[in-house]
């Protein structure tokens, strides 16, 4: 059940980020949803369902954004790898830890990602002010994203079949 959950949860934002926010913005610094979700569920999910979510995930928006294809997948991958070898050793009650690991998996998102770019493109100086707000940006989303996520996943919902 929680496997048909997190992947329903993934559906959503990737929709999100696909529909809403990657047509609307028109700038190079575009909000990542889904890295919020890969931290979520590296640390809640089993290894394999984990890496199993991640590697759809990165798929499905990389067949989306046809210029990476191929990174997202193997970004989320190392992502989803790197945080469920490291989620153990981080106290999740310590929000300064919290913030470390988040701004610490955001800085690894983009700079591999600047890197794919900037094998694909010329490298510009303007790049490093990019990874320096997108990282910012991004690491505020996550961190909304993991703990929205976290309260839900602590949410206890039960039917009653009484209708009487």
């Known amino acids: 059940m929680k496997t048909v959950r997190s992947i329903a949860i993934a559906v959503i934002l990737l929709y999100l980020q696909v529909l809403v926010i990657s047509p609307v913005n028109g700038t190079a610094i575009i909000p990542n949803l889904l890295i919020g979700y890969i931290v979520f569920q590296s640390m809640y999910l089993g290894k394999s369902s984990a890496l199993l979510i991640a590697f759809f995930i990165g798929l499905a928006l990389d067949l989306v954004t046809p210029f990476t294809l191929g990174v997202n997948c193997l970004i989320f991958l190392l992502l989803t790898q790197v ?21 610490g998996v955001n800085s690894l998102f983009y700079v591999i990602t600047y890197i794919a770019f900037s094998i694909a493109d010329s490298f510009s100086a303007n790049m490093i002010w990019l990874f320096v707000i997108n990282v910012i940006l991004n690491s505020i989303i996550t961190f909304i994203i993991t703990y929205i996520l976290i309260f839900i996943h602590k949410l206890k919902i039960t039917f009653d079949e009484d209708f009487s």
């Not at 050793?89 to 830890?97: G, M, P, R």
Request: net charge neutral; glycine share 0%.
């Open 83 to 103: 945080v469920y070898a490291t989620h153990s050793l981080i106290d999740k009650e310590k929000f300064t830890n919290n913030i470390t690991a988040i701004v």
